[in-house]
């Protein structure tokens, strides 16, 4: 008896999907059906690497000649195809971001099939030491084109006994590299430029003690333990190795977290169900023990999904500090201060050219605890006038506030 093929579908990045309507199949156990797709209109094509292996997960933009502006994003698939619409008639510049295997930029007139092929890798090899120069058993690390692009893993781990890794590929050019192991301050090594296909060897990256954080996390309405919330310094370049670090409260809540900076920083709570909480002012020497808990805020729908202990202020740059914008309506700052207003020193230390990081990090600090501000009105131009406020918690809808 004749076999019937109730029907398949056949779809491509850049192409119109195609569905067979059902049909007989011929009695060899073997055959061919061809199918020809139709393209879509816009502009498509694969990235690959020098070699032809296909690249994916690329971030593509669109621009034309001279502008910052995208007209079109897109990443690509795991063939290393694309599609993207073509806004017009004019030529325009695609370019192609990938973390391991580097960019390219091709100029395009017209829509249509196109081909961008990256430069691809280059490779470091290492080691992760201690103060006194002994290997550190396990380790994450990480270079700043898997931080800054698409593709490729954010960091790697490493647990052989004697410190040595192989990062890569990465994408090539001048670059950090970063590592981070529990007990240990996160290390780096900076102004490495890479060419592609580049091996580099003999790079050290030295980790000093850290201090320890320990504490336990409840809920802020019950008081009942939070499990499995995520303790993590916030302020590190490289998100994905605070996490690999990071800490996590058992079922009575309690957490200890041993991979600090080694300076005044910030350090994020998150649990499923609740407010992430932003707490700073955290500090301590190396093997010192610090003990901090916290109250997370059960989350509601409509409500700020996040929390942090400061003053309630959007912090700019500015020539003599930093130049406070959107204020959080309710917040210490909002009662006293203006948007506009100009901090030049905290509690003291001079704020210019002190950069925005440790500024916010001087303002934040435990709750009900005090900051002097020194203040410039009127975008800079009064006269300096010291102001004090009370830190307090400040439930906030974004980032960025402090």
């Known amino acids: 008896a004749a076999t019937t093929l109730e029907g398949f579908?056949?779809?491509?990045?850049?192409?119109?999907?195609f569905a067979a309507e059902p049909q007989a199949l011929p009695a060899e156990p073997q055959f061919t059906l061809d199918v020809v797709l139709v393209p879509k209109p816009g502009l498509r094509g694969v990235v690959r690497v020098a070699g032809g292996e296909p690249a994916a997960e690329a971030r593509l933009v669109l621009r034309r000649p001279g502008e910052r502006r995208w007209l079109g994003t897109t990443l690509s698939d795991s063939d290393g195809r694309f599609h993207l619409a073509w806004p017009g008639d004019e030529p325009l510049h695609l370019s192609a971001y990938h973390a391991q295997h580097g960019q390219a930029r091709v100029d395009v007139a017209e829509a249509g099939e196109v081909v961008v092929e990256l430069p691809g890798g280059a490779w470091i090899e290492g080691q992760v030491v201690d103060g006194d120069g002994d290997p550190v058993p396990a380790f994450s690390v990480t270079a700043s084109p898997l931080t800054?692009?698409?593709?490729?893993?954010p960091a790697q781990s490493f647990d052989n006994g004697d410190g040595r890794f192989v990062l890569g590929p990465l994408a090539a050019g001048r670059m950090q590299l970063w590592a981070a192991a529990e007990g240990y301050q996160p290390g780096e090594v900076t102004g490495l430029t890479l060419e592609p296909g580049e091996r580099r060897t003999g790079v050290v990256l030295t980790l000093k003690r850290s201090s320890v954080l320990t504490g336990r996390v409840t809920d802020a309405r019950t008081g009942k333990p939070v499990a499995g919330a995520s303790v993590i310094p916030a302020e590190w370049r490289a998100r994905a190795l605070a996490e690999a670090v990071?800490?996590?409260?058992?079922?009575d809540g309690r957490y200890t977290l041993r991979a600090?900076?080694?300076?005044?920083?910030?350090?994020?709570?998150?649990?499923?169900g609740y407010r992430s909480l932003l707490l700073g002012g955290v500090e301590g020497a190396p093997g010192e023990e610090t003990v901090r808990d916290f109250e997370l805020t059960p989350t509601d729908a409509d409500r700020p999904t996040g929390e942090l202990t400061g003053i309630g202020a959007v912090l700019r740059p500015h020539i003599y500090g930093v130049r406070l914008g959107q204020?959080?309506?309710?917040?210490?700052?909002?009662?006293?201060?203006?948007?506009?207003?100009?901090?030049?020193?905290?509690?003291?230390?001079?704020?210019?050219?002190l950069g925005m990081n440790k500024v916010a990090q001087a303002i934040r600090g435990e709750e009900g605890t005090e900051v002097v501000l020194t203040v410039r009105r009127n975008n800079g131009s009064g006269q300096?006038?010291?102001?004090?406020?009370?830190r307090g918690r400040v439930a906030f809808p974004q980032r960025h506030h402090n």
């Open 9 to 17: 579908a056949v779809g491509a990045v850049g192409f119109e999907p």
């Open 148 to 153: 800054h692009m698409s593709g490729g893993p």
């Open 246 to 251: 990071g800490a996590y409260t058992d079922e």
């Open 260 to 272: 600090l900076p080694g300076v005044r920083t910030s350090i994020r709570i998150t649990a499923e």
């Open 327 to 353: 204020l959080v309506e309710g917040g210490p700052a909002a009662e006293v201060l203006n948007e506009g207003d100009v901090v030049v020193a905290v509690d003291g230390q001079s704020a210019k050219g």
């Open 384 to 390: 300096p006038e010291e102001v004090v406020l009370v």
